[in-house]
């Protein structure tokens, strides 16, 4: 395998992620965007539109073992799914708004000019990004994804009924 490890740039550094990414360089593009952020450190030319989709539909299958390692109580296993699915979240944030992910310093003046986002958005992800490992998190993540994707739907609606006319 042709396994890579880059440093975040400092741009990117956070507490809640780690600061040094892991990848294997010969996968296609849906099993890299898995890695959060990645795409856009390394400042791929991709269809972001479409791999949106892809990341909402990694949010579906993986929150249903993130809810089963809650009901079993196993914080410490749900953590790095939760931290991921905190990460895919951010970077359908700027995707959805045609934007890529540049930084994750400043986060709150980067979101508020965000046209597509679910209400309160800082408020909720400050929540989420200080208490990964809390169901009430999960509950809340899931809730982001949900709105997030109608928000996101009704907007790609509203463009093809434009471009239609």
């Known amino acids: 395998?042709?396994?890579?490890?880059?440093?975040?740039?400092?741009?990117?550094?956070?507490?809640?992620?780690?600061?040094?990414?892991?990848?294997?360089?010969?996968?296609?593009t849906?099993?890299?965007?898995?890695?959060?952020?990645i795409m856009d450190i390394l400042d791929e030319t991709i269809d972001r539109s479409t791999l949106c989709t892809y990341l909402f539909g990694c949010w579906r299958e993986g929150k249903d073992e993130i809810s089963n390692l809650f009901s079993q109580r196993n914080r410490q296993a749900a953590r790095p799914k939760m931290i991921a699915g905190i990460g895919w979240f951010i970077t359908l944030i700027y995707w959805t708004n045609k934007k890529k992910v540049k930084r994750?310093?400043?986060?709150?003046?980067?979101?508020?000019?965000?046209?597509?986002?679910p209400s309160n958005l800082y408020e909720r992800l400050s929540f989420l990004m200080g208490n990964?490992?809390?169901?009430?998190?999960?509950?809340?993540?899931?809730?982001?994804?949900?709105?997030?994707?109608?928000?996101?739907?009704?907007?790609?609606?509203?463009k093809q009924?434009?471009?239609?006319?």
């Open 132 to 158: 990964p490992d809390h169901y009430q998190s999960f509950i809340q993540l899931c809730q982001l994804y949900d709105e997030m994707e109608k928000k996101w739907m009704m907007e790609e609606r509203k």
């Open 30 to 37: 849906e099993e890299l965007v898995q890695v959060p952020f």
């Open 1 to 28: 395998m042709s396994k890579r490890t880059i440093q975040l740039p400092e741009e990117f550094e956070h507490p809640l992620f780690d600061d040094r990414v892991t990848y294997d360089e010969r996968v296609n």
């Open 104 to 117: 994750l310093t400043h986060l709150k003046e980067e979101l508020s000019l965000m046209k597509i986002q």
């Open 161 to 165: 009924h434009m471009d239609n006319n």
